[in-house]
C-alpha cells in the first residue's frame, strides 16, 4: 500500500518491450517518482487514458505491434491524454528519427544508451513546466466557469427585471398575458424573416433578436401610469382620454430611463425595450405618437412591435369585440402598409402569414381568462 508520502509523488509511466530496459528505468526513478510500466504500446495508451493517468511518459519507439511514433500520435490527438508530456527514449539515433518524434508532439528525445543524470534532469524538467501548465489550464478552466457562471446570473436578473416589470403592467391592463406572449412570439418570427433582407441584415443579428424577444413584453409598461378609468375603459376614448391614453409610450420610456439613472449607468439590454415601449405607436408616415416620426426615423424595433401589436389586437378576442377572421385581419394589415407599416415588413409578414395563425392559435386566450380578466377590470372600475 502506498503511503501518503509516496500518493504525492509524480507517476512515470515507462513503455518499452525490453525488460531489462524497464526494470533500468524503474531502478533510476523509483526514488522520486511513482513508476508504472507498460510492455506494449496498447497498454500505454490504456494507462494513459484511465480515471488515473500518468504524469509523463518515456516511450521507446521500437516495440512490436504499435511503435512508439503511432502511440505518441495516439496521445497527442485525443484531447483527454494531449497535455501529458512524452519523451522518447531510444536507440534510433539519426537526425530524421529525432525530427519525426518532435514533430508528431514528443517533448523531448533521448537516445540510448541513456545518462541518468540527463534522464532525471529531463525528467524534472518536463514535470515542473506540465506543473505550471496545469495550473494555468486549470485557472483558464476556473475563470471560464466563473464566467459563465456570471453571465447566467446576469442573463437571470435581466429576465427577472423585465418579467417583473411586464407583470406589473399586466395586472393593470385589460388584456391578458398571452397577448405579451404573442406579440413577442411574432417579434421574433418576423425578424428572423427579414434578417437576411438588404435593409435589416446588419442590425438583426442573432443577439439582437434575442434582446428583441426578451424586450417586446415591455411594450405597454407606461400603461401603469394610466388612470384606470381611461386604461379600463371598454367603449371608444373622449374628449382630452385618448391623449391622455397616449402618454402611455412616454411614461414607459421614462420608466426605464429612471430606473438606469438610479443605478448610474445605461443599461443595455434595456435600450430595445425603451424604443419599443416609446415609439411602437408611430407610424410610417408620421401621423403616428409621441413624436410623428417617419419611415426609417422610426427604430427598427418600434416597426416590428407596431405589426406584432396591430396584427394581435385585430385576431384576438375580448369581451367587448369579436376576433376578426385571419384573412380580414390580413387585408387591414396589407392596406397599411407604407401608411401605418412599413411595407417591406408586412411583404414579409405575407410570407409568413401562417406562421403568425399558429402563433396566434398556440397561445390564444381560453374564456375563462377573458372572463376573469373582465371581472377584474369591472371591479376596478367600481371600486
Not at 527514449?89 to 540527463?118: C, F, H, N, W
Not at 438606469?260 to 419599443?276: N, P, Q, Y
Request: net charge negative; aromatic share 6%.
Amino acid at each position: 500500500m502506498n503511503t501518503p508520502h509516496e500518493t504525492l509523488k509524480p507517476v512515470i509511466l515507462v513503455v518499452d518491450d525490453t525488460p531489462d530496459n524497464l526494470a533500468l528505468m524503474r531502478d533510476l526513478l523509483k526514488d522520486n517518482y511513482r513508476v508504472r510500466v507498460a510492455r506494449d504500446g496498447e497498454k500505454a495508451l490504456q494507462i494513459a487514458a484511465s480515471s488515473s493517468p500518468p504524469d509523463l511518459i518515456l516511450l521507446d519507439i521500437m516495440m512490436p505491434g504499435l511503435d512508439g511514433y503511432e502511440v505518441c500520435r495516439r496521445l497527442k490527438s485525443d484531447p483527454a491524454t494531449s497535455a501529458i508530456p512524452v519523451i522518447f527514449l531510444t536507440a534510433k539515433v539519426e537526425q530524421e528519427d529525432e525530427r519525426k518524434g518532435l514533430e508528431l508532439g514528443a517533448a523531448d528525445y533521448i537516445t540510448k544508451p541513456i545518462s541518468p543524470a540527463v534522464v532525471l534532469a529531463r525528467v524534472k524538467n518536463y514535470l515542473a513546466l506540465k506543473s505550471v501548465s496545469d495550473y494555468l489550464r486549470d485557472q483558464n478552466a476556473f475563470l471560464e466557469l466563473e464566467v459563465a457562471r456570471r453571465t447566467r446570473e446576469v442573463t437571470a436578473i435581466q429576465d427577472v427585471t423585465i418579467l417583473a416589470m411586464t407583470s406589473l403592467a399586466e395586472t393593470r391592463d385589460a388584456e391578458t398575458g398571452n397577448h405579451i406572449r404573442r406579440t413577442q412570439h411574432f417579434v421574433k418570427a418576423l425578424a428572423e424573416q427579414l434578417r437576411n433582407r438588404p435593409r435589416f441584415r446588419a442590425f438583426l443579428t442573432d443577439a439582437n433578436i434575442h434582446t428583441l424577444f426578451k424586450s417586446a413584453p415591455m411594450h405597454d409598461i407606461g400603461k401603469i401610469g394610466i388612470p384606470d378609468r381611461i386604461l379600463l375603459k371598454p367603449g371608444r376614448f373622449e374628449g382630452t382620454e385618448f391623449e391622455i391614453m397616449k402618454t402611455h409610450t412616454t411614461l414607459g420610456r421614462d420608466a426605464i430611463q429612471n430606473a438606469e439613472r438610479a443605478l448610474g449607468t445605461d443599461v443595455s439590454f434595456l435600450t430595445f425595450a425603451k424604443d419599443i415601449a416609446f415609439s411602437h405607436q408611430e407610424k410610417w408616415d408620421g401621423s403616428g405618437y409621441p413624436q410623428g416620426l417617419v419611415g426609417d426615423d422610426i427604430p427598427i424595433v418600434a416597426r416590428l412591435m407596431a405589426v406584432a401589436d396591430v396584427y394581435d389586437a385585430l385576431t384576438s378576442r375580448r369581451v367587448y369585440k369579436a376576433a376578426m377572421p385571419h384573412e380580414e385581419a390580413m387585408a387591414l394589415m396589407l392596406d397599411g402598409s407604407g401608411k401605418h407599416f412599413d411595407g417591406e415588413m408586412i411583404d414579409a409578414l405575407v410570407e409568413i402569414q401562417e406562421e403568425f395563425r399558429g402563433i396566434a392559435a398556440r397561445f390564444a386566450d381560453s374564456e375563462v381568462e377573458i372572463t376573469r380578466k373582465h371581472e377584474s377590470v369591472v371591479l376596478a372600475l367600481h371600486s
